[in-house]
């Protein structure tokens, strides 16, 4: 079994995110007793540099530490990272690529994982809470894993905009969702008023309800997308933000490339400049079964990426790093759309 404290560091409530590892440690489970016994369990700080949650959940926790309507188990993620600001530290690991999944991961912190995974199951929590921010500009918006009634309505709690998650593997929601409803909450760029306002409310109205069945017309109502390939940059190519670059790299991208988040883009729509004639391809496309299917989505004509074919993007960020750590954007449909691909 894992080890969970009991109650909250005394102090805690009163700190920013880059201060928690004052408190805890990495991966540190702490349960706290709510009214209602069967736990909702809340995953903060995956990601060092992604704060919404516990600028959140602080607020949460100090309107109703002395009377929780719930029991709430939380997990403190990758402190040391927030610490620094980064998503992960330079020599670790991605916290949320070494949740099980269907590949196998022999790190050390995916072994912490699986042990939290298997503690949790044991729980039988009402619903899993993995919040996140984004690096680009996105509308807050909820990620699920599974098509099922109380997945849904879980996610449309947050937000009328969701998104079935197929890749990567080794995510917090996608483990979670075998046994119990799971949703990954993006609540845009960290530490804005607006997404931490959001998820306030969205735990206020969660912690309350007694089951996920009874939202009346919410599965029916919502439209889900689904992501079905994941853009990335080459390994050997280096990446910039026009107006940002200081020196030469093989692919920049547009200052306002992210505002293309969540819109349907026309064939043509430029992705980004490649620095000469002789440039190769700076990205591959693959779909969930990790087929390459890039040339279908973009070619490259006058020096430019461009799209071959209309697509919704998704979570496209400006962060070179991030774009090196994760990868440059996702692409959707929706789910009743979906097809072949041609």
């Not at 909450?185 to 089951?211: H, K, P, V, Y």
């Amino acid at each position: 079994m894992p080890r969970m404290l009991s109650q909250l560091p005394d102090g805690i409530l009163e700190v920013k995110a880059n201060q928690l590892h004052q408190f805890v440690d990495d991966l540190t489970l702490v349960e706290l007793k709510g009214r209602i016994k069967r736990p909702i369990f809340i995953s903060i700080l995956q990601h060092g540099n992604e704060t919404t949650g516990w600028d959140a959940l602080r607020v949460y926790l100090k309107r109703h530490l002395s009377r929780l309507p719930r029991t709430l188990i939380i997990l403190f993620g990758n402190v040391q990272a927030a610490q620094n600001n980064v998503r992960q530290l330079a020599n670790g690991v991605d916290f949320n690529r070494c949740w099980p999944g269907q590949r196998p991961n022999h790190h050390p912190v995916a072994k912490k994982m699986a042990d939290i995974t298997e503690f949790l199951k044991q729980q039988n929590p009402l619903a899993s809470v993995d919040i996140h921010n984004n690096t680009g500009r996105n509308p807050h918006y909820a990620g699920i894993n599974a098509i099922k009634k109380e997945h849904i309505n879980l996610a449309s709690l947050f937000s009328k905009t969701i998104i079935h998650i197929t890749s990567p593997d080794g995510i917090q929601s996608g483990a979670f969702s075998e046994f119990c409803p799971a949703v990954t909450i993006e609540c845009g760029m960290s530490g804005t008023a607006d997404g931490i306002e959001q998820t306030i409310t969205f735990l206020e109205n969660l912690c309350r309800l007694s089951n996920l069945n009874d939202l009346p017309g919410v599965s029916e109502d919502q439209e889900v997308m689904n992501i079905f390939a994941v853009v990335k940059l080459k390994k050997d190519m280096t990446i910039g933000v026009a107006g940002e670059t200081r020196e030469p790299v093989d692919f920049e991208i547009p200052e306002d490339l992210d505002y293309h988040n969540f819109h349907q883009l026309a064939p043509g729509t430029v992705f980004g400049q490649l620095q000469t004639d002789q440039t190769p391809m700076p990205i591959t496309v693959t779909d969930a079964m990790d087929y390459d299917i890039t040339e279908q989505y973009f070619r490259i004509q006058a020096q430019q990426l461009q799209l071959s074919q209309s697509v919704m993007p998704a979570m496209i960020t400006l962060s070179p790093q991030a774009v090196q750590l994760d990868c440059l954007c996702y692409l959707m449909r929706p789910l009743n759309q979906q097809k072949p691909l041609q």
